[in-house]
C-alpha cells in the first residue's frame, strides 16, 4: 500500500495491478480493516477505505454473521475515534454502501448513533457526510429538519447541510 503513495509511477502501476487481485479476496477485508484501525499513516488508511470500497458488498457478504457484525462495529469505532476529515468520509461512504444490505433496523449501533448525533450539536462535516449516506435508505426522522437548520447556521457545514436537503427531497419519491 505504500508503494501507491509513493510517487514512482512503476511502483504504483505495480501495486495498483497487485491490490485489485488482492481486493477481490475475502481475507482482504480483514487486513484493511486492521490497516484502517491500526495505521498511523493517515495517507494508508483513506486507501484502506478507498480499497474496501472498491469490492465491498461482494467481500463483506463473504464473511460469517459474527464477522459482519465486527466488520460493522469497526466501521463505527473507527468513525467516531478517526480526526480527519477524509478519512471519515471515506468510512461514512463504506457505512452508506452497506445499508441497504444490512438494513438500518438490523443496524442498532448504527441507529444509536445517528440518533445520538441528531441529538446533539452539529460540529462535524464527517457526520453530514453519514447521514447523507442514510438519507437515501430511510424516511428521515422528524428531528432532522432541526438539526439541519443548526447545520445551516455554521458556515463550515453549510455545503454538507445542503446535501442533506437535496438527498431527503430527491429521496422522497422513495418513500
Known amino acids: 500500500m505504500e508503494a501507491l503513495l509513493s510517487g514512482n509511477n512503476q511502483l504504483i502501476t505495480e501495486a495498483t495491478k497487485a491490490l485489485k487481485i488482492y481486493t477481490k479476496h475475502k481475507e482482504s477485508i480483514r487486513l484493511l ?3 484502517l484501525a491500526h495505521n498511523p499513516n493517515a495517507g494508508i488508511r483513506q486507501l484502506a477505505t478507498v480499497l474496501l470500497n ?8 463473504g464473511l460469517t454473521p459474527p464477522e459482519q457484525l465486527e466488520f460493522r462495529n469497526l466501521l463505527l469505532v473507527q468513525f467516531s475515534s478517526e480526526r480527519l ?3 471519515q468520509k471515506g468510512i461514512g461512504t463504506l457505512v452508506g454502501e452497506l445499508v441497504p444490505i444490512v438494513q438500518l433496523s438490523n443496524w442498532p449501533e448504527l441507529q444509536q448513533m445517528f440518533e445520538h448525533n441528531l ?5 462535524s462535516p464527517a457526520t453530514l457526510v453519514l447521514l447523507y449516506s442514510l438519507l437515501y435508505h430511510f424516511k428521515p426522522p422528524p428531528m432532522i429538519g432541526s438539526y ?10 453549510v455545503g454538507y447541510a445542503l ?6 427531497v ?6
Open 85 to 87: 476529515l477524509n478519512i
Open 54 to 61: 472498491s469490492n465491498l458488498i461482494n467481500l463483506y457478504n
Open 163 to 168: 446535501k442533506c436537503i437535496v438527498a431527503i
Open 148 to 157: 439541519l437548520l443548526k447545520c445551516l447556521q455554521q458556515e463550515k457545514l
Open 119 to 123: 441529538a446533539s450539536t452539529p460540529d
Open 170 to 175: 430527491e429521496s422522497q419519491d422513495t418513500y
Open 33 to 35: 480493516s486492521y490497516v
